[in-house]
């Protein structure tokens, strides 16, 4: 890694929540017009996966989050999870909110069959093109493989040219494109 800066990867804890949600916000291609569309990106892409899925953040010398990636070792229990626990919450938001859940859920539900588990990975702009996307990937695959797991996917906007580059880099091939949405999936091994 690049710069002179150190980081390292570690298990998320609950003291990493605030920051992971402000590196989510930072992250996200979704219009937050206000806080309903930010509660709902919280809960759909960063609270639910630290109640339901492993995560490992990469942190900066002073232990500060710079990135992180949450995965979900068995797609079908998270959503079961999701559905009971989170989707409520989202409920509450309003129709457009649990229309965009459905949506999601479908479309990850879908997307089993490429892969039983699935992951997001996140990182702010300051340290990208240094090797801790990377580092966050190959951490998490080997957490995957150490489980027994063979196989990953993840999904990205279609349109996300830069993302979808970084993961073939990352050993992922794409295995499905439609609804705006680009699947990719990697061996974990």
Not at 16 to 30: F, G, N, V, W
Not at 140 to 168: D, M, P, R, W
């Amino acid at each position: 890694m690049s710069d002179n800066k150190s980081y390292s990867i570690r298990p998320c804890t609950l003291d990493d929540l605030d920051a992971m949600r402000e590196i989510c916000i930072e992250t996200s291609s979704m219009s937050l017009r206000d806080d309903k569309d930010r509660k709902l990106l919280l809960l759909m892409f960063c609270d639910s996966y630290m109640q339901y899925a492993d995560c490992f953040v990469a942190v900066d010398e002073a232990d500060r989050p710079v990135g992180y990636t949450l995965c979900a070792l068995n797609t079908r229990e998270f959503f079961i999870n999701f559905r009971k626990n989170i989707l409520p919450e989202i409920t509450k938001l309003g129709f457009r909110y649990s229309a965009t859940a459905y949506g999601i859920i479908f479309l990850h539900r879908l997307c089993v069959i490429f892969a039983p588990s699935h992951l997001h990975i996140d990182l702010t702009e300051a340290v990208r093109r240094q090797g801790v996307g990377t580092a966050l990937m190959n951490t998490v695959k080997s957490h995957l493989a150490e489980k027994g797991i063979k196989s990953v996917q993840l999904t990205c906007g279609s349109s996300n040219k830069s993302a979808i580059s970084f993961y073939k880099k990352n050993g992922f091939k794409t295995v499905f494109r439609g609804f705006g949405s680009c699947v990719m999936r990697a061996n974990t091994k």
